[in-house]
């Protein structure tokens, strides 16, 4: 593959992007045999953080403008030693190189806000590969999704780029003949084999001299596909038939016969022959004592905590100004805190307001463990963000897990104190200052549990759906053990250590011990006239009744717990996230 425009063409499943991740060094190294040269010498293990490669789904943050990703790309892939101002006049260069001065300031576009078009999506993403100058840059199907005008547009500017001495290789599929012309080398593959490879425009010689000459008016790219396809129909094919001028339809060969020819004639070839002595040529001149053993190893060119500015910026930033993550989930809570407010408004302290309180409790404490599972989202939703990023040496897995973490605790302690505020005086639960700070620690430490439960979950998980039925199906299950459904004393031996998995179980006794603490719900002489069994006067004692210990140590060990939980959760988020399979 040498400087200048190369394109690999196969039907589909002939393994063009197969053998693309193989080239770029992004596929997974096991099971692989032999050795991908770069110059002359064995393949660096970091050569995917060296070269660029563009994917075929544009995986740039829809939220930003197109500077500000180019921006992003700049920060973090170009070494520290050069200056912002030269990094600023890069981005400001590409932009210029890549047609999209119009739309610099404008946002990409998600699926809820409309942003530039496809075209110039595809460039950005282009752009973004191109900041770190690659001497070689990959291409998955640039031309997916795109129109025939767009879509030639953006091969223009990969020809004139290939002109300057970049070396680039790109799989595509079916291109229009004004794409086919700008080719300087073509690989032809079939169910992963070679029928051709060498300069683009002696292609169609290279056929007609094996027999399938093109017809006058048609597609190259579409002629060759036809002809592998075993769809090939020609009016002359003297080589074949033998009947010089005899019209021919080819039906009675197979499509695996036809393969099978393609592939030998190929080989038999003076294309293959030159190649193959070239190859010897290299593998004899290379030098391997220093040859890597085949890995994956991915190297930075910024330290953690400037990696962590920039992606903790980006995410920050993403999380504004997306208002179905950010506002609407306040505005959520607030209205829940509105209702659950005016449904339990200013308990009394009486028998009712025993009810009252614990239905009160249980709902807020449930209520903070199932508005977690929108942070199910935030790994499936950016995955391929992710992996892609990853793979080109952005950011450290660390980085990109604690910038996750750190941007959704901010979020879940705004709505938190919000709710709090809002429920507790409209309950009128117990007026002191410590009791509210201890109601809006433990509320908030129960959101921050239940979502770093639902990280380790989903971390793993590539379908919102699937991560959201085993979250519903654990949050339904620890609330059987929350001690409100169930008298948790009365469980079962057998049975009764699951409690100590049940995070609503933590929050809801903690809230139950800092609100029923000192509180009386009667007087002594209606006790004793009535019997303590049937009514519970202190809530001590109805503490008691519930089995629940209500010293400094018993309120406390609650939050502890919670917070153990979290780490532990935390600790599997970050393990799935790091060794999720990242190469195809």
Known sequence: MRPGLNAILGPTGSGKSSFLDILAARKDPSGLSGEVLIDRAPQPPNFKCLSGYVVQEDVVMGTLTVRENL????????????PQSEKEARVNRLIKELGLTKVADSKVGTQMTRGISGGERKRTTIGMELIIDPSVLFLDEPTTGLDASTANSVL??????ASHGRTIIMSIHQPRYSIYRLFDTLTLLVNGKMVYHGPAP?????????????????????????????????????????????????LGSSRQSIEERLVEEFRNSS?????????????QEKDCSSCPKTSRTITYNSSFFHQLGWVLKRTFQNLMLNPQTSVAQVILNIFLALIVGAIFFEVKDDQSGIQNRMGALFFITTNQCFSTVSAAELFIIERKLFVHEYISGYYRVS?????????????????????????????????????????????????????????????DQSVVALANIFMTITFVFMMIFSG????????????????YFSI?????????????????????AYVTGWGSCYFRCTGEQYLDYLGIEYTTWGLWENHVALTAMTFVFLIIAYLKLRYIKKFS
């Open 71 to 82: 921006r992003f790309s700049a920060a973090l892939r170009l070494p520290s030693s050069v």
């Open 504 to 524: 609503p179980r933590y929050g809801l006794a903690a809230l139950k011990i800092n609100e029923f603490l000192g509180l009386k719900f009667c007087e002594e």
């Open 202 to 250: 002696n292609a169609l010689d290279y056929f007609a001299n094996i027999g399938y000459p093109c017809e006058p008016h048609n597609n190259p790219a579409d002629f060759f596909l036809d002809v592998i396809n075993g769809d090939f129909t020609a009016t002359t094919m003297t080589k074949v038939h033998g009947s010089e001028g005899t019209p021919a339809v080819r």
């Open 271 to 283: 294309y293959s022959s030159d190649t193959r002595a070239e190859l010897d040529r290299i593998v």
């Open 484 to 499: 409100l459904l169930v008298n948790l004393p009365s469980i079962m031996d057998w049975l009764a250590w699951l409690k």
């Open 399 to 459: 980085v990109y897990f604690l910038s996750k973490i750190l941007s959704d605790i901010t979020l879940r302690t705004i709505t938190s104190v919000i709710f709090s505020c809002i429920v507790y005086f409209m309950i009128g639960l117990k007026s002191t200052a410590a009791a509210f700070l201890v109601f809006t620690l433990t509320v908030t430490l129960v959101a921050y549990t239940a979502t770093a439960m639902t990280m380790a979950i989903s971390a």
């Open 156 to 161: 223009l500017l990969l020809k004139r780029m």
